[in-house]
T-cell receptor, first 112, second 114 residues
Framework: NAGVTQTPKFRVLKTGQSMTLLCAQD?????MYWYRQDPGMGLRLIHY???????AKGEVPDGYNVSRLKKQNFLLGLESAAPSQTSVYFC???????????FGEGSRLTVL | GENVEQHPSTLSVQEGDSAVIKCTYS??????FPWYKQELGKRPQLIID?????GEKKDQRIAVTLNKTAKHFSLHITETQPEDSAVYFC?????????????FGQGTILTVHP
């Protein structure tokens, strides 16, 4: 039972490049979330999904897109990376609307 | 939307002392308040949570209190140990009406000196 797995764990991009972060969970969770963590700002919600085939915007969605074609996977895409997107990205999932939120190990992205 | 303010941003205590971290929230519809601990370089992990129909909850050395009228909640750690050193985040959610979205505070860096 791997829990929540994120790939890649580290990535360096140049401004304007694109990339996709993959989140996979093996707990049959309905709800999945992408957060970014920046010093002194806590965790801010980028996008979320309440089930397979659904996505919705969170607090800071600009510059990101997501897809959830399969229940176990939640992809976060950056179409044209900017230095302001340098951050640590965390995927999280849970079965219901309350209770423990299970986080992945995080993906550290640097945009030069 | 919901706004969560957390204080202090840093907290330094001696081993054995108590530590208190406070959070305020803005939306009176919030009904679920978890606390997460994040060790250096690791993922956040849930340590305790409280729902709006409860005023206090304890789990060994940690406790959380909730004051719905004032819209604030606090984390209390007693008999602190060096392994309690971490970043602590409070969060608030409106549960089903917000699809379980959590709004996090800015975090508190707790350092416990041996």
């Amino acid at each position: 039972n791997a829990g929540v797995t994120q790939t890649p764990k580290f990535r360096v991009l140049k401004t304007g490049q694109s990339m996709t972060l993959l989140c996979a969970q093996d707990m049959n969770h309905e709800y999945m979330y992408w957060y970014r963590q920046d010093p002194g700002m806590g965790l801010r919600l980028i996008h979320y999904s309440v089930g397979e085939g659904t996505t919705a915007k969170g607090e800071v969605p600009d510059g990101y897109n997501v897809s959830r074609l399969k229940k176990q996977n939640f992809l976060l895409g950056l179409e044209s990376a900017a230095p302001s997107q340098t951050s640590v990205y965390f995927c999280a999932s849970r079965w219901g609307v309350t209770g423990e939120l299970f986080f992945g190990e995080g993906s550290r992205l640097t945009v030069l | 939307g919901e706004n969560v303010e957390q204080h202090p941003s840093t907290l330094s205590v001696q081993e054995g002392d108590s530590a208190v971290i406070k959070c305020t929230y803005s939306d009176s519809a919030s009904n679920y308040f978890p606390w997460y601990k994040q060790e250096l370089g690791k993922r956040p992990q849930l340590i305790i949570d409280i729902r709006s129909n409860v005023g206090e909850k304890k789990d060994q050395r940690i406790a959380v209190t909730l004051n719905k009228t004032a819209k604030h909640f606090s984390l209390h750690i007693t008999e602190t140990q060096p392994e309690d050193s971490a970043v602590y985040f409070c969060a608030a959610s409106m549960g089903g009406t917000s699809y379980g979205k959590l709004t996090f505070g800015q975090g508190t860096i707790l350092t416990v000196h041996p």
